[in-house]
């Protein structure tokens, strides 16, 4: 249960894919088809083609993945395996529930007067998003038609993933920066740090707007070196990044670890001190970044 499980055009297999009868669920897709009566092959086909995704949940939320109000949608499937992740249910894509495009995006339409209103729209988010490219590329295209703000929320870890075409299609990147250096995002996130830096140099390449994250954990994260490389990094994408937001570690995660029966190796952990954060920000704060 917790090796990753790739889609089979990164090489992974195509039951992979495949939504079982039952999973944990989240949020939940409340007022979604469910297509459970799609036959293997056909579903497969359609979610190659963008048509179908495998979706965890969505909820609308403010001030939250982005700005004003916000339709989030979580995708399942991801390759990391983030130490912290709140979400572990949403690491394999055969554990999400099989939903088409044309229902997100008429539940999308529905809402585009609350976006207009509030300045939001709709964030991407998951798991990994990009473990759907032709999924979340229909839904950017969608709403982009639609005149509504998108986002996605990723660790730029499959940023390869991303076509310019798609790319064209956001508004809005909330990049998330485990660490600063290679040896404790491996720790973190059991993958490489380079593809990240390398996503986010091309989205400053081409304007496309950076909210940078991360998470601060007593004990993994905090050390003032690995805070100031991630500085660093971020530093690189210039202007494009209005904003870093420095997330304190929590437990809420916790309980969605234990039903799946994974291995939670933070389970000691504590949140961090309002004194460890607020010296946390004020690096970010000395290169000139806004905070939160």
Request: glycine share 10%.
């Amino acid at each position: 249960m917790t090796e990753t499980m790739i889609p089979a055009a990164l090489g992974g297999r195509d039951q992979d894919f495949l939504a079982p009868a039952a999973r944990l669920r989240g949020a939940g897709i409340g007022g979604l088809e469910e297509l459970t009566d799609i036959q293997r092959s056909e579903r497969l086909v359609r979610m190659r083609e963008g048509i179908l995704g495998s979706i965890h949940s969505w909820e609308l939320v403010t001030a939250v993945d982005g700005p004003g109000t916000r339709m989030t949608i979580f995708l399942n499937g991801c390759p990391l395996r983030c130490l912290y992740c709140h979400n572990p249910d949403t690491f394999l894509m055969k554990d999400g529930e099989p939903v088409e495009a044309n229902e997100l995006l008429r539940r999308m339409k529905r809402y585009r007067n609350v976006f207009r209103a509030s300045g939001g729209g709709i964030t991407l988010s998951g798991g990994e998003v990009l473990m759907q490219p032709a999924f979340a590329a229909r839904l950017l295209a969608g709403a982009k038609a639609m005149g509504v703000h998108t986002c996605i929320d990723t660790s730029g870890y499959l940023g390869r993933n991303a076509t310019d075409e798609m790319l064209n299609n956001i508004d809005l990147v909330l990049l998330d920066v485990k660490s600063g250096d290679e040896e404790t995002y491996k720790r973190v996130t059991g993958r490489e740090l380079a593809p990240t830096i390398a996503f986010g140099d091309r989205l400053a390449a081409k304007g496309i707007e950076i909210w940078a994250r991360f998470v601060l954990v007593p004990g993994l994260t905090d050390s003032p070196e690995n805070v100031e490389n991630v500085a660093r990094i971020i530093e690189r994408w210039g202007s494009v990044v209005s904003r870093v937001e420095v997330l304190p570690f929590h437990q809420m995660g916790t309980d969605k670890w234990d039903a799946l029966g994974l291995d939670y190796k933070l389970r000691d952990a504590r949140p961090p001190e309002p004194e460890l954060v607020e010296s946390t920000r004020a690096i970010f704060r000395s290169r000139g970044f806004t905070v939160h």
